[in-house]
């Protein structure tokens, strides 16, 4: 299994710039969360799908981000326009619907945004 | 609400010597816990879980928790640090349906040669 894939791995812009972060799940899982790791805050989840429905966006900092998820194995994560503040790395996980009572998320190696 | 307080920012040991990095846990219920690593420039990578089976959660690479209900707490331990065990360290508890991550603020663990 290659695991949850994330593309791309690091990401300049500039400001203003629109940003898409990509995501494919593990084959098989029901569920995909968007995940945001700063110094500040850590990290945070800013919305989770299941069974490419959105259920929870409220972790969503503001209108400027949207995620997609169109079928079962991708999704993306739209910035626009970007902000020197949303600079980041941006994580994707996923996990099965039913995992015998282990709710183990599967992460993907990130996105390290810089937004000059 | 669930949340999790590591308690160290900064852990260092020298090679050889025993690994203790602290997570205190606040739970409505009983807890789903995790231990997740992440090495520079990596994603994050499970350590090991606690989904209320055995007390004692063996993990991979020698590391292993304990969770203790009674002092609300689910330390990470390893017997013999190795160098490449220098990484950051999530303790993570879940809600019930799984689908929140509650993440402890990290610690960092350098390893001395």
């Known amino acids: 299994d290659a695991g949850v894939i994330q593309s791309p791995r690091h990401e300049v812009t500039e400001m203003g710039q629109e940003v898409t972060l990509r995501c494919k799940p593990i084959?098989?899982?029901?569920?995909l969360f968007w995940y945001r790791q700063t110094m500040m805050r850590g990290l945070e989840l800013l919305i989770y799908?299941?069974?490419?429905?959105?259920?929870?966006d409220s972790g969503m900092p503001e209108d400027r981000f949207s995620a997609k998820m169109p079928n079962a194995s991708f999704s993306t994560l739209k910035i626009q326009p970007s902000e020197p503040r949303d600079s980041a790395v941006y994580f994707c996980?996923?996990?099965?619907?039913?995992?015998?009572?282990?709710?183990?998320?599967?992460f993907g190696p990130g996105t390290r945004l810089t937004v000059l | 609400a669930q949340s999790v307080t590591q308690l160290d920012s900064h852990v260092s040991v020298s090679e050889g010597t025993p690994v203790l990095l602290r997570c205190n846990y606040s739970?409505?219920?009983?807890?789903?816990l995790f231990w997740y690593v992440q090495h520079p420039n990596k994603g994050l990578q499970l350590l090991l879980k606690?989904?209320?089976?055995?007390?004692l959660v063996k993990g991979i690479n020698g590391f292993e928790a304990e969770f203790k209900k009674s002092e609300t707490s689910f330390h990470l331990t390893k017997p013999s640090a190795h160098m490449s065990d220098a990484a950051e360290y999530f303790c993570?508890?879940?809600?019930?349906?799984?689908?929140?991550?509650?993440f402890g603020t990290g610690t960092s663990l350098t390893v001395i040669p």
């Open positions: 084959s098989g899982h029901d569920y």
């Open positions: 606690y989904t209320s089976a055995a007390t």
């Open positions: 996980a996923s996990r099965p619907m039913f995992s015998g009572g282990n709710n183990e998320q599967f």
């Open positions: 993570v508890v879940s809600d019930l349906t799984g689908n929140q991550f509650y």
């Open positions: 739970s409505s219920y009983s807890p789903s």
């Open positions: 799908f299941n069974n490419n429905v959105p259920i929870d």
